[in-house]
């Protein structure tokens, strides 16, 4: 109970009474004004109830069950607002988020092929090639363990990097030489399929001075010339339907080289021909292996091409080998190497060794089986053991210089000096030769009026197995 406030002028206009009343009229106030306040309570109507923090006006008090009811349908409102929202707010950021992360796929090869080797394989990683288990020994004893060795496999780990670049190189031949053969007919000018392929080869291995590029001219040698054949600026030579055009052109990365060749017929009376120098190749690279002695190679493919023969206009003839042609050994920016793969037997009792590269390469032909030297020169490769040697003519001095930055060791023809804006510079390219920097490679001819054919890949001794890096679908 709360105290009654009883006026002041009450109680002191009652001064004079005595004690005794005064507090009877105190108590008899007191209780009066607790009655009244009772009354007041009792029939004073509710003004005002506070919901949710606003004011409601007077009369719109509600049963409480229902009042919880609506608040709980207000609340269901605002979390399926809110859910709503939010899921279009996801949407919408998702969407947004879709287009920064969507990422491109893989980029795949155009047509005509365009698209560098290392931009179609974002890895790094690059296709390896056929991977086959080394021959027996002459012992007999199996080669097999290699595949399984720790050690050959650590080994082979370690030179991961040399492979790889290999492979890239392997990889940017197989797809030029498959764009290649989609257009290439009889009618075209030599001068047009040498720059058409070179042009593509540029592109897939990403030309970039003596890191990457090619290593060396696109040989086309028809009918009796053999090897290194290319045109020089005005050739007018054209491709002939019963032409035999062999395709040698190289690739390379880091100065790993992939020397690889085909040949191409349209009449087809040359099917046996060709089919005899495939055969003969892969002969060789089946007997190559670690410690394989090279004449024993030789011995192989010499007699698998003389098993060979051919009728051409009405004519018989044995393919044989062309005995002064051979495989080579290739090293790091330098595409003959040292060792020779003879394709006769004879030849020398030198071994293959793990861990080299060789170029397995057979000729055959309808001729005398042996080349000499023709035609009009276009091959040129600077010496790769010539030391300092003192040059006295300045154009020769330049042309050095040009050799250097743009081929260093590497193979190159006089095409691709006019390329390069060079002019006049056949006196200089003949002072080099005569001093023994540069080393001329004339085209190389058998007997005139015979046909001649070549296949060759490149194979990798690992520790581990051979891989004939530049084998395709094709051959």
Known sequence: MEPVAVPFQTLATAWWL????????????????????????????????????EAEPEGKDEDPSEETAKKKKKKKKKNKAAASDGDEGENSAGKKKKKKKKKKGPKVQTDPPSVPICDLYPSAVFPKGQECEYPATQDGRSAAWRTTSEEK??????????????????????????YVMSWLKPGMTMIEICEKLEDCSRKLIKENGLNAGLAFPTGCSLNNCAAHYTPNAGDPTVLQYDDVCKIDFGTHINGRIIDCAFTVTFNPKYDKL???????????????????????????I???MESYEVEIDGKTYQVKPIRNLNGHSIGQHRIHA????PIVKGGEATRMEEGEVYAIETFGSTGKGVVHDDMECSHYMKNFDVGHVPIRLPRAKHLLNVVNENFGTLA????????????????????????GIVDPYPPLCDAKGCYTAQFEHTILLRPTCKEVVSRGDDY
Not at 274 to 300: F, H, M, P, Q, Y
Request: aromatic fraction near 4%; charge should be negative; glycine fraction near 6%.
């Open 302 to 304: 010499q007699e698998v």
């Open 153 to 178: 496999r650590v080994m082979d780990k370690a030179n991961e990097e040399i492979w790889n670049d290999f492979r890239q190189a392997a990889e940017a031949h197989r797809q030029v030489r498959k």
């Open 274 to 300: 060709l089919e005899a120098v495939k055969d003969a190749t892969n002969t060789g690279i089946k007997c190559a292996g670690i410690d394989v002695r090279l004449c024993d190679i030789g011995e192989s």
């Open 338 to 341: 040292g060792k020779t793969v």
């Open 412 to 435: 190159f023809c006089r095409r691709w000096l006019d390329r390069l804006g060079e002019s006049k510079y056949l006196m200089a390219l003949k002072n080099l030769c005569d001093l």
């Open 18 to 53: 005595p004690a005794a009343t005064a507090c009877s009229l105190l108590l008899g106030y007191a209780i009066m004004a607790d009655v009244l306040r009772q009354q007041e309570q009792e029939d004073k109507p509710v003004q005002e109830i506070v919901l949710n923090g």
